[in-house]
T-cell receptor
Framework: GAVVSQHPSWVICKSGTSVKIECRSL??????MFWYRQFPKQSLMLMAT?????????EQGVEKDKFLINHASLTLSTLTVTSAHPEDSSFYIC??????????????FGPGTRLTVL | TQLLEQSPQFLSIQEGENLTVYCNSS?????LQWYRQEPGEGPVLLVT?????EVKKLKRLTFQFGDARKDSSLHITAAQPGDTGLYLC?????????FGTGTSLTVIP
């Protein structure tokens, strides 16, 4: 168990458009989901922490109006990149924590979404 | 400033060689994890260590948690091309979860 999916796996869009990325916990409930951004051969950079039913907590330097996060249910969080620009091109990864555990170190990662903005 | 520094950042070795990756911090962690990530995929958990001085083995991989729970190492014996990937350590302080800077390993056949 503990499978996390992301959709889409790869998206190409024009500059100025908005893109929505979904993160789903398929076989467990997740009270908390995390969104990360990653550049090639670099580590993951935490963008925001998403808690079900409440506003996301953004890391310093991450524009909340640019990266809209919604965690409407215990199995789904979405990241919307608004008015995307080429510098937003990156690999976006989500992770989820089981509702039962509440332990930070039991994160289950999605397969990632590659965003390319032309 | 990264809380967890990994070294080396890049490593390219021949098949069959041994290697060690280090993960260092000045902070104390309640637990530390190691992940491997392949291009275009999410990180996959390899191991979690929680006790200072703990050593865990996973086939050819040996993980050690420092006595003071501030650092860790990953040793790979007789590396194989399938070990190629990005290795990430990650520490949990109880309130926060931090990823290391990453080590990109390439094993040449």
């Amino acid at each position: 168990g503990a499978v996390v999916s992301q959709h889409p796996s790869w998206v190409i869009c024009k500059s100025g458009t908005s893109v929505k990325i979904e993160c789903r916990s398929l076989d467990f409930q997740a009270t908390t989901m995390f969104w990360y951004r990653q550049f090639p051969k670099q580590s993951l950079m935490l963008m925001a922490t998403s808690n079900e039913g409440s506003k996301a907590t953004y890391e310093q330097g991450v524009e909340k109006d640019k990266f809209l996060i919604n965690h409407a249910s215990l199995t789904l969080s979405t990241l919307t990149v608004t008015s995307a620009h080429p510098e937003d091109s990156s690999f976006y990864i989500c992770s989820a924590i089981r509702a039962a555990s509440g332990m930070l170190d039991t994160q289950y990662f999605g397969p990632g979404t590659r965003l390319t903005v032309l | 400033t990264q809380l967890l520094e990994q070294s080396p950042q890049f490593l390219s070795i021949q098949e069959g060689e041994n290697l060690t990756v280090y993960c260092n911090s000045s902070s104390v962690f309640s637990s530390l994890q190691w992940y491997r990530q392949e291009p275009g995929e999410g990180p996959v958990l390899l191991v979690t260590v929680v006790t200072g001085g703990e050593v865990k083995k996973l086939k050819r991989l040996t993980f050690q948690f420092g006595d003071a729970r501030k650092d860790s190492s990953l040793h790979i014996t007789a590396a194989q091309p399938g070990d190629t990937g990005l290795y990430l350590c990650a520490g949990n302080t109880g309130n926060q979860f931090y990823f290391g800077t990453g080590t990109s390993l390439t094993v040449i056949p």
